[in-house]
């Protein structure tokens, strides 16, 4: 009677540990062609011993494991959110950077340029139109500041006078030949904003996530005058 009821016993924690762990399936069905091998009898010797010990072991990591994954599962939720909002930040550098150039490629064109419609030259506000189209994929598109300049040489007072189209001016690079070129500047500033916003401590400098970061890039190109 004893045996049956360490046998029963036995049973039910193997069919527990069937339904939980992968692991213990796996055990159960070598020692199943084990005792098919001997003719459907139990394996003799310290076969059996190892067998008992190796399932009260799983059943005493199944919370240890448990504990483990809730750790884990935090740290890889902060990881895959960085991940994005990462990547929107370099998609944003670069998209800001190109329409820079573009819009600088644009406005000493002028007339030239087959998509000017045959203007005489570009305006501010059609470069300015150029960049907000550029950059209408991105989030926070509203915090774009377009400054465009013109650095021209005077030929009344012999020196060189900054025109500003649009926005504000300031250090613009000089030109080692101003008589023959004039220098149109395209200065483009956009905050970026993460794509998935975490939580931060601006006073103490942490951040789970990239904060909102500024973007600033210029294009500087020559035209004959």
């Given at each position: 009677?004893?045996?049956?009821?360490?046998?029963?016993?036995?049973a039910s924690v193997i069919a527990a540990l069937c339904m939980t762990s992968p692991l213990a399936t796996h055990v159960l069905r070598e020692r199943g062609m084990a005792?098919?091998?001997?003719?459907?009898?139990?394996?003799?010797?310290?076969?059996?011993?190892?067998?008992d010990r190796l399932l009260q072991r799983l059943l005493k990591n199944q919370g240890q494991a448990l504990i483990e994954y809730i750790l884990v599962l935090p740290l890889v939720f902060v990881l895959m959110v960085n991940v994005v909002n990462f990547g929107g930040f370099f998609y944003a550098f670069v998209t800001v950077a190109?329409?820079?150039?573009a819009a600088a490629d644009y406005a000493i064109l002028g007339g030239a340029s087959v998509a000017s419609g045959h203007?005489?030259?570009v305006s501010a506000s059609q470069v300015g139109a150029l960049i907000t189209s550029d950059i209408a994929s991105l989030p926070n598109n509203p915090s774009l500041s377009v400054n465009v300049c013109q650095s021209t040489f005077d030929p009344a007072t012999s020196k060189i006078a900054v025109i500003v189209l649009s926005g504000t001016c300031s250090s613009i690079p000089s030109d080692p030949e101003p008589v023959t070129y004039v220098l149109t500047s395209i200065d483009v500033?956009?905050?970026?904003?993460?794509?998935?916003?975490l939580f931060s401590f601006?006073?103490?400098?942490?951040?789970?996530?990239?904060?909102n970061t500024t973007?600033?890039?210029?294009?500087?190109?020559?035209?004959?005058?």
């Amino acid at each position: 009677m004893k045996r049956l009821r360490d046998e029963s016993r036995q049973a039910s924690v193997i069919a527990a540990l069937c339904m939980t762990s992968p692991l213990a399936t796996h055990v159960l069905r070598e020692r199943g062609m084990a005792q098919k091998a001997t003719g459907g009898a139990a394996v003799a010797g310290a076969s059996e011993p190892n067998l008992d010990r190796l399932l009260q072991r799983l059943l005493k990591n199944q919370g240890q494991a448990l504990i483990e994954y809730i750790l884990v599962l935090p740290l890889v939720f902060v990881l895959m959110v960085n991940v994005v909002n990462f990547g929107g930040f370099f998609y944003a550098f670069v998209t800001v950077a190109n329409a820079s150039r573009a819009a600088a490629d644009y406005a000493i064109l002028g007339g030239a340029s087959v998509a000017s419609g045959h203007i005489a030259s570009v305006s501010a506000s059609q470069v300015g139109a150029l960049i907000t189209s550029d950059i209408a994929s991105l989030p926070n598109n509203p915090s774009l500041s377009v400054n465009v300049c013109q650095s021209t040489f005077d030929p009344a007072t012999s020196k060189i006078a900054v025109i500003v189209l649009s926005g504000t001016c300031s250090s613009i690079p000089s030109d080692p030949e101003p008589v023959t070129y004039v220098l149109t500047s395209i200065d483009v500033t956009y905050t970026y904003k993460p794509l998935i916003p975490l939580f931060s401590f601006p006073n103490l400098h942490i951040n789970a996530t990239l904060p909102n970061t500024t973007i600033h890039r210029r294009a500087v190109m020559r035209s004959i005058q």
